[in-house]
């Protein structure tokens, strides 16, 4: 039976959850949850990712509440569990794992196969010809985080979407996402730095700490301020991102 009244902890699967075609049925959300812009205004916020406010959850009588490992936090999605709402909790680490995750969500809430085709299709053909293209990579860093410094490790959904798209992630040897000083970025030597303006909202203001090292990234003008969505979010806009940041990272 599919779910009528969905609550979604996850930015990005709330937007996927209205490009499948059941955007009516979501009922509660995030405060980061932005997308779709004009729907997403009527739907009733519940905290934030990782400070859920489990009696607004309860009080929305949801029939299935959409999480994931890495945003939302193990004590909220138990919580909810022994409440005896279903969840659904994703785990993606790579591309493959993220559209595996998107299938199955459709599958849940019973989307149209048509319409999830039609979110998909795009993805896995542009992940395929990404896949195939040769080429030397270049070197990226790519932070989450400032105050310190953190980069992406290896077993991060981050981590393969920079290597897919042609880069060479230079924090590649390390797992999840290692504290990294400056000193260190310059002896990594990444010749492209991609500055996301989430998690950590990094601007314009970050730019001459970056192009004050002595690296190939700023000898060669390539440090850039890019949209976080581009390496966070998996959903509808995951064909657009990786064809963006192959683009940034081309020779």
Not at 84 to 93: D, I, K, Q, R, T
Not at 122 to 147: H, M, N, S
Request: with cysteine; charged share 25%; net charge negative.
């Amino acid at each position: 039976m599919k779910p009528e009244r969905i609550v979604s902890l996850v930015p990005s699967l709330t937007e996927a959850l209205f490009s499948l075609g059941v955007g009516s049925r979501v009922v509660g959300r995030t405060r980061y949850c932005t997308q779709p812009p004009r729907a997403i205004g009527r739907v009733a916020k519940v905290g934030g990712t990782k400070k859920v406010d489990a009696e607004h959850v309860l009080g929305l009588e949801p029939d299935l509440v959409v999480a994931v490992k890495e945003e939302n936090t193990r004590e909220d999605i138990e919580g909810l569990k022994e409440a005896g709402v279903p969840v659904f909790v994703g785990a993606p680490e790579t591309i493959d794992t993220a559209l595996e995750m998107l299938r199955e969500l459709a599958g849940r809430v019973g989307a149209a196969e048509d319409v999830a085709e039609a979110m998909l299709g795009p993805i896995e053909r542009v992940y395929r010809k990404l896949r195939q293209e040769p080429g030397r990579r270049r070197r990226v860093f790519a932070p989450i985080w400032k105050g310190p410094y953190m980069g992406v490790g290896s077993d991060t959904y981050v981590h393969d979407v920079l290597e897919t798209c042609g880069g060479e992630n230079v924090c590649g040897s390390f797992t999840r996402y290692p504290v990294v000083g400056l000193e260190e970025v310059e002896a990594l030597k990444p010749e492209v730095v991609l500055l996301p303006d989430e998690p950590y909202p990094f601007s314009a203001e970050d730019l001459a700490e970056f192009y004050a090292l002595d690296i190939p990234a700023a000898r060669e003008d390539r440090i850039h301020l890019v949209d976080g969505k581009l390496l966070t979010w998996y959903g509808p806009r995951m064909a657009s991102s990786l064809t963006q940041l192959a683009a940034l990272l081309k020779f």
